[in-house]
C-alpha cells in the first residue's frame, strides 16, 4: 500500500507541473499578442526613438569645363582704387627687353682724313692694271702720279704730305721704266712699299 500511493502521488506532481507550464505558456502568448497590438503610448513620458540620420545624396563632382564656365567675379571698387601701388605698378609696368646682339646696330666706320680713300684707290688701280712688261708699269706708274696728285689737293698735314712723296716716287718710277732716267727701278720701289706702309698708319688702313 505504501509504494503504491507513492507512485500514485509522484505520478500527480509530474502531472501538475506540466499544466502549470502548458497554462504559463499561453499566458505568455497573450501578453505578447496584447502588447504587440496596443497602440503606441503618445503621453509626456512615452519614449520616442531618434530617426536614423538619412544619407543625404553626395554632390555631384563638378567637370572642369563647368568650372571653366563659371563667371569669374568682378574686382570690386576697393580691388582697383587709385591708391592701390601694386595694381598701379602691375599695369603700367611693361616688361623690359634686352637688346640682342643682332639688333643692335653695326658700329660706325672711323672717319678717315681726306685724301686717304682717293689715293688708296690710286695705289690699288696701280696693283690691278700694272701688269709684267715695262710699258705696262710705266703707263701705269704715270697714271698713278697723276691720281696721286689729285687726292693730295684735298690732304692736310702729315697726310698730305705723304701723298705728294708717293706721288713724285711713281713719277720717277715711270721715268726710269721708260728709260728717261738710267737707274734701278727696283731702288724706288722699295722706297715706295715703305711709304705706303706709313701711308696705310696714318690712314688707319692696318
Do not use: H
Not at 697723276?146 to 687726292?151: I, K, Q, T, V, W
Not at 692736310?156 to 711713281?170: D, N, T
Not at 738710267?182 to 724706288?188: C, G, I, K, Y
Amino acid at each position: 500500500m505504501g509504494s503504491g500511493s507513492a507512485r500514485g502521488e509522484g505520478a500527480g506532481s509530474r502531472l501538475n507541473w506540466t499544466a502549470v507550464s502548458a497554462v504559463a505558456g499561453s499566458l505568455a502568448a497573450v501578453v505578447a499578442l496584447f502588447t504587440y497590438l496596443r497602440p503606441p503610448a503618445t503621453g509626456p513620458g512615452a519614449v520616442v526613438s531618434t530617426p536614423s540620420a538619412v544619407s543625404s545624396p553626395s554632390p555631384e563632382p563638378s567637370s572642369p569645363d563647368r568650372e571653366d564656365a563659371r563667371p569669374s567675379p568682378s574686382p570690386s571698387p576697393e580691388d582697383s582704387s587709385p591708391g592701390d601701388s601694386s595694381s598701379e605698378r602691375s599695369t603700367s609696368r611693361s616688361p623690359e627687353r634686352t637688346p640682342s646682339a643682332r639688333n643692335s646696330p653695326p658700329p660706325l666706320p672711323e672717319v678717315r682724313p681726306a685724301g686717304c680713300d682717293e689715293a688708296a684707290t690710286a695705289l690699288n688701280a696701280y696693283r690691278r692694271d700694272a701688269g709684267t712688261s715695262g710699258s705696262g708699269q710705266a703707263a701705269a706708274a704715270q697714271q698713278t702720279y697723276r691720281d696721286l696728285m689729285g687726292a693730295g689737293l684735298s690732304a692736310q698735314g702729315v697726310v698730305a704730305a705723304k701723298i705728294r712723296r708717293l706721288a713724285a716716287e711713281f713719277q720717277e718710277l715711270g721715268f726710269r721704266l721708260t728709260g728717261m732716267v738710267d737707274a734701278d727701278p727696283n731702288q724706288v720701289i722699295t722706297d715706295i712699299n715703305t711709304d705706303i706702309r706709313e701711308f696705310n698708319g696714318l690712314c688707319a688702313f692696318d
